[in-house]
């Protein structure tokens, strides 16, 4: 069995293996997995962050962190914040909040977050 799990790492790719890596830590930190998030409903999700970027809004910034878990990707937007220390692109987190949708974007405004080495 470990000569099969070997051999299907060899012919995997790199994006596949992160990809499993990104399921296997979420699976194991009880998140709900962002392709299953319901809309209105309070979420505990979370996974790897993939971009962020500084959004100006009527005079005020806001801080858009989009998180991939491996099944899918989230939103996370701060009002009010146009930087967060340790929110960066390869970091993982995982973040709570009440889910909502724009266009074809998932997204959780300000929610509570907890930076993961």
Known sequence: MATKNRLQRLTESTGDRDRSG????CDRCGLVPIS???LRKSVRTGGEVGSVRMVP???APSLEATINDGRGTITAV???R???AG???GRRVIVEGVAAKRGNQILL???TYQLLP
């Not at 990104?22 to 830590?25: A, V």
Request: glycine fraction near 14%; charged fraction near 20%.
């Open 22 to 25: 990104l399921i296997d830590f």
């Open 36 to 38: 299953e998030v319901e």
């Open 57 to 59: 809004l009527a005079g």
């Open 78 to 80: 701060f009002f009010g």
């Open 82 to 84: 146009g930087r967060i």
């Open 87 to 89: 929110i960066t692109p």
């Open 109 to 111: 405004f300000n929610p």
